[in-house]
């Protein structure tokens, strides 16, 4: 089988306290989640753990940060640690993910070596407005013309589960598809006791039957599962590739764990796939 999956690694270079309520996020102060919270995680341990997405062929990293957006001293963080990673591996695909952000920011991060930013539009615009009060669909949705407009890649997407209608994920997926992005992460709703949203959670198939539309409206753009991947899925992990999908995240999430990489590059050895050796491929 010719096809190439494609993994990439994230790192939450800044975690937890964040001011906004996003229902879905236990690294809202307000949802008093038991989590891990830190200002900067170390430069040195960041690119350590680059180093160690790499070794399992993790093409992309991406430097994440909480909180509505960037301040000065948060920009020049990520720059520190985008020009740390790159200095150690130069061919490394590295994203960051740092939310609300000017052009001026973005074009920033591409001078330290970011070559694409993530910001997801997360639902649709409609669903957005009952599960954050604090700020809007639309400023996500300016964050991603920004974006294209600062030369970086756009990787945007967002979450399933969480209680949207059938009528949302379309709607969702018509503005991701307006935005074009070259990648869309598709998370998947992880629960947790702290959060309010309690929605009945997708079936495997659902979740699948999700790929496959957003597959159909978006042929061109790189589909990577991300969070949730492994509680939605189960063990109907190895369908999420026929269904549509490019792409997975390996290690762990921003605070959930992740299954072992090694699990991962067992399956798809298994399933005969290859491992993507390029982000051009
Ligand atoms: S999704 Fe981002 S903005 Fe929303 S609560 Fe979480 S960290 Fe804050």
Redesign the pocket.
């Known amino acids: 089988m010719d096809k190439a999956i494609f993994l990439c690694s994230i790192c939450n270079i800044s975690s937890g306290s ?1 001011a ?3 229902g879905f ?1 236990t ?2 102060a307000k949802h008093h989640a038991d989590i891990q919270k830190y200002k900067y995680k170390d430069i040195e341990q960041i690119v350590l753990e680059a180093k160690n997405a790499t070794n399992y062929g993790a093409l992309g990293f991406c430097l994440v940060t ?3 957006g960037l301040d000065a001293k948060k920009l020049s963080f990520v720059c520190e640690a985008a020009r740390a990673v790159k200095a150690e591996l130069p061919n490394i695909h590295l994203i960051a993910c740092n ?1 609300l952000a000017s052009v001026e920011q973005l074009k920033e991060l591409k001078n330290a070596g970011v070559d694409s930013y993530n910001h997801n539009l997360e639902s649709s615009r409609f669903f957005y407005e009952t599960i ?1 009060s604090t ?1 809007s669909w639309e400023s996500r949705y300016q964050t991603c013309l920004n974006v294209k407009e600062s030369g970086l890649t756009l990787c945007s997407g967002g979450i399933f589960g969480l209680g949207e209608s059938k009528e949302d994920r379309a709607s969702f997926i018509q503005s991701v598809k307006e935005l074009s992005p070259q990648t869309m992460p598709l998370n998947f709703y992880h629960p947790n006791p702290a959060l309010p949203l309690h929605a009945q959670p997708l079936s495997e198939q659902e979740a699948l039957d999700i790929i496959a539309e957003v597959r159909a409206a978006l042929p061109n753009t790189m589909l990577m599962v991300a969070g949730g991947r492994e509680i939605t899925f189960k063990n109907k992990q190895c369908d999420i590739f026929g269904a549509g999908a490019d792409a997975i995240v390996i290690g762990d999430y921003l605070t959930t764990k992740g299954q072992p990489p090694t699990q991962d590059l067992e399956m798809i050895e298994k399933l005969g796939y290859k491992i993507a050796k390029s982000c051009h491929a």
């Open positions: 964040c906004e309520d996003c996020c690294q809202s909480s909180g509505l939310g954050c700020h």
